[in-house]
Protein backbone atom coordinates (compact mmCIF):
# COMPACT_ATOMS: atom_id res chain seq x y z
CA UNK A 1 0.00 0.00 0.00
CA UNK A 2 1.44 3.60 -0.62
CA UNK A 3 2.68 5.16 2.40
CA UNK A 4 1.25 8.15 1.42
CA UNK A 5 -1.68 7.01 1.79
CA UNK A 6 -1.64 5.59 5.14
CA UNK A 7 -1.11 6.87 8.62
CA UNK A 8 -1.43 5.92 12.32
CA UNK A 9 -3.80 7.77 14.35
CA UNK A 10 -0.42 8.85 16.80
CA UNK A 11 1.32 10.21 13.83
CA UNK A 12 -2.09 11.80 12.12
CA UNK A 13 -2.31 14.30 15.50
CA UNK A 14 1.47 15.09 14.92
CA UNK A 15 1.04 16.48 11.92
CA UNK A 16 -2.46 17.84 12.90
CA UNK A 17 -0.77 19.79 15.32
CA UNK A 18 2.49 20.76 13.44
CA UNK A 19 0.10 22.33 10.41
CA UNK A 20 -1.82 24.22 12.71
CA UNK A 21 0.80 25.09 15.09
CA UNK A 22 1.30 28.47 13.44
CA UNK A 23 -2.32 29.92 13.60
CA UNK A 24 -4.05 28.63 16.78
CA UNK A 25 -3.39 27.94 20.24
CA UNK A 26 -2.45 24.20 21.33
CA UNK A 27 -5.51 24.02 23.30
CA UNK A 28 -7.87 25.00 20.40
CA UNK A 29 -5.83 22.46 18.19
CA UNK A 30 -6.38 19.41 19.99
CA UNK A 31 -10.37 20.57 20.49
CA UNK A 32 -10.21 20.45 16.62
CA UNK A 33 -8.49 17.11 17.02
CA UNK A 34 -11.32 15.58 18.98
CA UNK A 35 -14.03 16.35 17.01
CA UNK A 36 -12.59 15.95 13.74
CA UNK A 37 -11.69 11.99 14.67
CA UNK A 38 -15.10 11.11 16.34
CA UNK A 39 -17.00 12.97 13.27
CA UNK A 40 -14.52 11.53 10.44
CA UNK A 41 -13.17 8.18 12.03
CA UNK A 42 -16.12 7.32 15.02
CA UNK A 43 -13.00 7.65 17.58
CA UNK A 44 -13.40 9.11 21.08
CA UNK A 45 -10.78 11.03 22.87
CA UNK A 46 -10.05 8.12 25.28
CA UNK A 47 -8.95 6.48 21.88
CA UNK A 48 -5.58 8.61 21.57
CA UNK A 49 -4.25 6.61 23.92
CA UNK A 50 -5.68 3.16 23.49
CA UNK A 51 -5.26 3.18 19.97
CA UNK A 52 -2.61 5.59 18.97
CA UNK A 53 -1.73 3.04 15.99
CA UNK A 54 -5.23 2.92 14.26
CA UNK A 55 -5.03 2.62 10.46
CA UNK A 56 -6.13 5.95 8.76
CA UNK A 57 -5.97 5.09 5.18
CA UNK A 58 -7.02 6.06 1.92
CA UNK A 59 -10.18 8.22 1.03
CA UNK A 60 -10.32 9.02 5.39
CA UNK A 61 -6.46 10.59 5.30
CA UNK A 62 -7.10 11.93 1.74
CA UNK A 63 -10.39 14.06 3.65
CA UNK A 64 -8.87 14.49 7.07
CA UNK A 65 -6.07 16.44 4.95
CA UNK A 66 -8.18 18.47 3.04
CA UNK A 67 -9.54 19.26 6.56
CA UNK A 68 -6.19 20.56 7.51
CA UNK A 69 -5.69 22.67 4.21
CA UNK A 70 -9.12 24.05 5.32
CA UNK A 71 -8.34 24.82 8.60
CA UNK A 72 -5.03 26.59 7.71
CA UNK A 73 -7.21 29.04 6.03
CA UNK A 74 -9.06 29.87 9.47
CA UNK A 75 -12.70 28.62 8.06
CA UNK A 76 -14.37 27.09 10.93
CA UNK A 77 -14.43 23.74 11.75
CA UNK A 78 -18.58 23.97 12.64
CA UNK A 79 -18.59 24.76 9.02
CA UNK A 80 -16.14 22.22 7.89
CA UNK A 81 -17.91 19.64 9.42
CA UNK A 82 -21.76 21.10 9.05
CA UNK A 83 -22.51 20.71 12.51
CA UNK A 84 -22.34 21.83 16.17
CA UNK A 85 -23.56 21.47 19.52
CA UNK A 86 -25.59 24.19 21.82
CA UNK A 87 -26.79 23.17 24.86
CA UNK A 88 -26.71 19.33 24.49
CA UNK A 89 -28.47 19.31 21.39
CA UNK A 90 -27.00 18.60 18.14
CA UNK A 91 -27.51 21.52 14.73
CA UNK A 92 -26.81 21.85 11.64
CA UNK A 93 -24.72 24.79 10.46
CA UNK A 94 -23.84 26.42 7.25
CA UNK A 95 -22.19 30.25 6.19
CA UNK A 96 -25.60 31.44 5.82
CA UNK A 97 -25.83 30.98 9.98
CA UNK A 98 -24.02 32.22 12.94
CA UNK A 99 -22.06 29.02 14.84
CA UNK A 100 -23.79 29.63 17.91
CA UNK A 101 -21.90 30.97 20.79
CA UNK A 102 -21.65 29.49 24.49
CA UNK A 103 -23.16 33.06 26.25
CA UNK A 104 -26.50 32.20 24.52
CA UNK A 105 -26.45 29.37 26.08
CA UNK A 106 -26.65 31.38 29.13
CA UNK A 107 -29.39 33.65 27.81
CA UNK A 108 -31.31 29.89 27.02
CA UNK A 109 -31.05 28.93 30.69
CA UNK A 110 -32.14 32.37 31.86
CA UNK A 111 -35.16 32.29 29.65
CA UNK A 112 -35.79 28.52 31.34
CA UNK A 113 -35.51 29.78 34.82
CA UNK A 114 -37.65 32.88 34.23
CA UNK A 115 -40.51 30.89 32.87
CA UNK A 116 -42.28 29.36 35.60
CA UNK A 117 -42.34 32.11 37.58
CA UNK A 118 -44.63 33.50 34.49
CA UNK A 119 -47.11 30.86 35.81
CA UNK A 120 -47.26 31.35 39.03
CA UNK A 121 -51.05 32.10 39.14
CA UNK A 122 -51.91 29.55 36.52
CA UNK A 123 -49.31 26.62 36.50
CA UNK A 124 -51.65 25.16 33.07
CA UNK A 125 -50.98 28.34 31.34
CA UNK A 126 -49.34 27.59 27.38
CA UNK A 127 -47.29 30.12 26.82
CA UNK A 128 -46.20 31.79 23.65
CA UNK A 129 -42.46 32.57 22.87
CA UNK A 130 -41.34 34.03 19.62
CA UNK A 131 -37.32 34.38 18.98
CA UNK A 132 -36.49 37.26 16.44
CA UNK A 133 -33.67 36.64 14.62
CA UNK A 134 -33.33 33.03 14.55
CA UNK A 135 -30.57 32.04 12.73
CA UNK A 136 -29.68 27.87 13.22
CA UNK A 137 -32.76 28.47 15.55
CA UNK A 138 -30.68 27.43 18.81
CA UNK A 139 -32.67 29.25 20.92
CA UNK A 140 -36.24 28.33 19.93
CA UNK A 141 -35.70 24.72 19.41
CA UNK A 142 -33.59 24.65 22.85
CA UNK A 143 -36.28 26.18 24.35
CA UNK A 144 -38.63 23.66 22.98
CA UNK A 145 -36.62 20.99 23.68
CA UNK A 146 -36.74 21.70 27.85
CA UNK A 147 -39.77 23.50 28.23
CA UNK A 148 -43.24 22.00 28.85
CA UNK A 149 -46.65 23.99 27.96
CA UNK A 150 -45.10 26.27 25.08
CA UNK A 151 -45.66 27.33 21.46
CA UNK A 152 -42.51 29.01 19.62
CA UNK A 153 -42.28 30.85 16.53
CA UNK A 154 -39.28 32.30 15.29
CA UNK A 155 -38.38 34.91 12.66
CA UNK A 156 -35.14 35.20 10.76
CA UNK A 157 -34.73 37.95 7.39
CA UNK A 158 -32.65 35.12 5.71
CA UNK A 159 -34.91 32.69 3.90
CA UNK A 160 -31.09 30.23 3.85
CA UNK A 161 -30.93 30.46 7.66
CA UNK A 162 -34.82 29.80 7.81
CA UNK A 163 -33.68 26.71 5.86
CA UNK A 164 -31.49 25.55 8.69
CA UNK A 165 -33.47 26.64 11.11
CA UNK A 166 -36.11 24.25 10.11
CA UNK A 167 -33.61 21.04 9.19
CA UNK A 168 -32.56 21.57 12.72
CA UNK A 169 -36.14 21.57 14.47
CA UNK A 170 -36.59 17.93 12.24
CA UNK A 171 -33.02 17.20 13.85
CA UNK A 172 -34.51 18.04 17.43
CA UNK A 173 -38.00 17.08 17.01
CA UNK A 174 -39.53 19.67 18.05
CA UNK A 175 -42.39 22.07 15.93
CA UNK A 176 -41.44 25.64 15.36
CA UNK A 177 -43.48 27.79 13.50
CA UNK A 178 -40.66 30.00 11.37
CA UNK A 179 -41.44 33.34 9.95
CA UNK A 180 -39.62 35.18 7.21
CA UNK A 181 -39.94 38.88 8.29
CA UNK A 182 -37.66 41.71 8.34
CA UNK A 183 -37.98 42.97 11.59
CA UNK A 184 -37.26 46.69 10.91
CA UNK A 185 -40.18 46.87 8.43
CA UNK A 186 -42.21 45.49 10.72
CA UNK A 187 -45.45 47.46 12.19
CA UNK A 188 -46.33 44.86 14.64
CA UNK A 189 -45.47 41.01 16.19
CA UNK A 190 -47.53 38.56 13.78
CA UNK A 191 -49.59 37.87 17.43
CA UNK A 192 -49.67 38.41 21.48
CA UNK A 193 -46.62 36.57 22.91
CA UNK A 194 -45.52 35.89 26.63
CA UNK A 195 -41.87 35.97 25.75
CA UNK A 196 -40.04 37.57 23.42
CA UNK A 197 -36.08 36.83 23.13
CA UNK A 198 -33.35 37.79 20.88
CA UNK A 199 -30.11 37.90 19.94
CA UNK A 200 -30.04 40.24 17.15
CA UNK A 201 -27.03 42.14 15.68
CA UNK A 202 -24.53 44.32 17.68
CA UNK A 203 -21.43 44.28 17.02
CA UNK A 204 -20.20 47.54 15.82
CA UNK A 205 -18.24 48.34 12.46
CA UNK A 206 -15.51 49.59 15.16
CA UNK A 207 -15.52 46.44 17.30
CA UNK A 208 -14.38 44.54 13.93
CA UNK A 209 -10.93 44.71 14.70
CA UNK A 210 -11.50 42.66 17.63
CA UNK A 211 -13.16 40.11 15.59
CA UNK A 212 -10.75 36.78 14.92
CA UNK A 213 -10.64 36.22 11.12
CA UNK A 214 -12.17 33.35 10.98
CA UNK A 215 -15.40 34.99 12.13
CA UNK A 216 -15.06 37.89 9.79
CA UNK A 217 -14.32 35.96 6.81
CA UNK A 218 -16.55 33.58 7.14
CA UNK A 219 -19.67 34.03 8.96
CA UNK A 220 -22.47 35.71 8.05
CA UNK A 221 -21.60 39.89 8.16
CA UNK A 222 -25.74 40.86 7.80
CA UNK A 223 -26.31 38.98 11.38
CA UNK A 224 -23.25 40.37 13.22
CA UNK A 225 -22.84 44.06 12.22
CA UNK A 226 -24.59 47.18 12.89
CA UNK A 227 -23.23 50.92 11.90
CA UNK A 228 -21.24 52.20 14.92
CA UNK A 229 -23.94 55.65 14.48
CA UNK A 230 -26.96 53.21 15.17
CA UNK A 231 -25.93 50.16 17.09
CA UNK A 232 -29.13 49.82 18.97
CA UNK A 233 -31.30 50.37 15.53
CA UNK A 234 -32.56 45.94 16.73
CA UNK A 235 -33.04 46.31 20.03
CA UNK A 236 -35.13 49.63 19.49
CA UNK A 237 -37.33 48.82 17.33
CA UNK A 238 -37.58 44.65 18.67
CA UNK A 239 -38.32 46.36 22.18
CA UNK A 240 -41.30 49.11 20.37
CA UNK A 241 -42.80 45.66 18.95
CA UNK A 242 -42.93 44.00 22.56
CA UNK A 243 -44.37 46.95 24.39
CA UNK A 244 -47.26 46.34 21.77
CA UNK A 245 -47.48 42.86 21.41
CA UNK A 246 -46.05 41.29 24.73
CA UNK A 247 -49.06 39.68 27.50
CA UNK A 248 -49.55 41.65 30.51
CA UNK A 249 -46.50 40.91 32.68
CA UNK A 250 -44.71 39.26 29.97
CA UNK A 251 -40.73 39.17 29.18
CA UNK A 252 -38.45 40.45 26.46
CA UNK A 253 -34.70 38.54 26.94
CA UNK A 254 -31.86 40.32 24.63
CA UNK A 255 -28.30 39.19 24.58
CA UNK A 256 -26.26 42.15 24.13
CA UNK A 257 -22.91 44.00 22.81
CA UNK A 258 -21.31 43.96 26.44
CA UNK A 259 -20.25 47.45 26.06
CA UNK A 260 -23.73 48.90 25.28
CA UNK A 261 -25.20 47.58 28.76
CA UNK A 262 -25.96 50.91 30.10
CA UNK A 263 -27.19 52.26 27.04
CA UNK A 264 -29.57 49.41 26.43
CA UNK A 265 -30.69 49.58 30.25
CA UNK A 266 -31.28 53.02 29.27
CA UNK A 267 -33.43 52.83 26.07
CA UNK A 268 -35.65 50.25 27.48
CA UNK A 269 -36.42 52.71 30.54
CA UNK A 270 -36.98 55.29 28.02
CA UNK A 271 -39.76 53.02 26.34
CA UNK A 272 -41.11 52.33 29.59
CA UNK A 273 -39.87 48.54 30.43
CA UNK A 274 -39.77 47.68 34.31
CA UNK A 275 -37.64 45.41 36.23
CA UNK A 276 -34.54 45.65 33.96
CA UNK A 277 -31.85 43.59 35.08
CA UNK A 278 -28.27 43.72 33.47
CA UNK A 279 -26.40 40.08 33.86
CA UNK A 280 -23.04 39.13 32.67
CA UNK A 281 -21.85 35.97 31.08
CA UNK A 282 -19.71 33.59 32.48
CA UNK A 283 -16.32 35.89 31.57
CA UNK A 284 -17.72 38.60 33.05
CA UNK A 285 -18.96 41.06 30.46
CA UNK A 286 -22.75 42.65 30.21
CA UNK A 287 -23.93 40.25 27.99
CA UNK A 288 -27.87 39.37 28.67
CA UNK A 289 -30.65 41.60 29.93
CA UNK A 290 -34.31 41.26 31.07
CA UNK A 291 -37.30 43.56 31.47
CA UNK A 292 -40.94 43.14 31.44
CA UNK A 293 -43.77 45.52 30.28
Known amino acids: MDAKKIMILKDFRLYFTEALSEIYPKTEIDAFFFLLIEAKLNLQRIDTVMKPDFLIIDEALSELKVIVKRLKTEEPIQYILGETEFYGLPFKVNENTLIPRPETEELVEWVINETPK ?110 DHNPLIFYKKIASLAKQGLTKNGLLFFEINQYLGKETVEMLQKQGFKNIELKKDFIGNDRMIKANI
Open 118 to 227: LRSKNPDQKLKILDIGTGTGCIPISLAKNLKNVTLSAIDVSSEALKVAQQNALLNNVAISFLEIDILDAAKLPQEYDIVVSNPPYVRELEKVEVNNNVLQNEPHLALFVD
